[in-house]
């Protein structure tokens, strides 16, 4: 049984329920039948839920789980993750885009880039511990946490293994650019501490595309950024909108791209 809204996302699995995204959002709401709606109910009667949620079926027949006010997680605006990403855990450690200047991104035009601070990421991860979910997998919330420096990667690392020691691989978005102010050897540090599976969007590998959306970097800068993660045996993928091109040019834009991937 899952039911999603955005944020929350409740999942009943083999006798447990878990949390994967949240947001500030104190309720979750999935239309079911008059039909289901006891039968649901039972089963949710008897499971262990975390992060203190408390149930609610309403006569419109809808489910709604909410929690406390104080014990929201920090997540300023909305959950983004790539689809192979859905059963990680989320943890906030920026938020909004530090560019923030892309033609076709509306996503955080009212979501001002900031860094989170230690109390905040202390606090989730607090919340993911006391939740007993033996978390695999964290994916960093904000369109490029991989901006932050080495220094404050490594600090986040360190909190994520003092909060869940028994070892967590970790990723999260990156702009090409956010690659520049870290150099093989701390990108093959980073790798060795469970940093893995970067995603970053190259968009296109066409500069005239580039330019025209406002991407910020070049295809040459894709190539020597990139070849450092490839360096540095960190594992990355990347986003192509091969739709990016427009009319009478998404030839072009391919074939450039392919370049650049090759």
């Known amino acids: 049984i899952c039911c999603k809204r955005q944020g929350f996302f409740f999942q009943k699995g083999t006798g447990s329920g878990r949390i994967t995204d949240g947001m500030k959002r ?6 079911t039948t008059s039909d289901t709606k006891y039968k649901l109910q039972d089963r949710l009667d008897g499971m262990k839920i975390p992060f203190n949620l408390k ?11 909410y929690r406390n006010e104080e014990e929201y997680m920090h997540f300023s605006c909305g959950i983004v993750r790539p689809p192979y990403e859905a059963h990680s855990c989320f943890l906030q450690v920026t938020s909004g885009c530090s560019h923030n200047k892309c033609r076709f991104c509306t996503f955080y035009k009212e979501a001002p880039f900031s860094v989170s601070p230690e109390s905040e990421i202390r606090e989730d991860l607090q919340e993911i511990r006391d939740s007993g979910w033996k978390v695999k997998r964290i994916f960093l919330q904000g369109a490029d946490p991989f901006l932050l420096s080495y220094d404050r990667l490594k600090r986040i690392m360190d909190l994520i293994k003092e909060y869940l020691p028994w070892g967590v691989s970790v990723g999260g978005y990156g702009r090409v650019d956010s690659v520049k102010n870290k150099s093989v050897e701390q990108l093959r540090s980073l790798r060795e501490m469970g940093y893995d599976m970067i995603v970053f969007g190259i968009e296109s590998g066409d500069d005239a595309v580039l330019d025209k959306m406002n991407k910020g970097y070049h295809a ?11 360096e540095a045996g960190m594992h990355y993928s990347v986003i ?7 009319h009478n040019y998404g030839m072009g834009h391919a074939i450039k791209t392919a370049e650049v991937l090759n």
């Open 240 to 246: 192509f909108l091969y739709g990016l091109g427009g």
């Open 26 to 31: 104190p309720w979750l709401r999935c239309q």
């Open 55 to 65: 149930l609610y079926i309403s006569t419109k027949r809808d489910v709604k789980i």
């Open 220 to 230: 040459n800068d894709i190539v020597e950024q990139l070849s450092k993660m490839d």
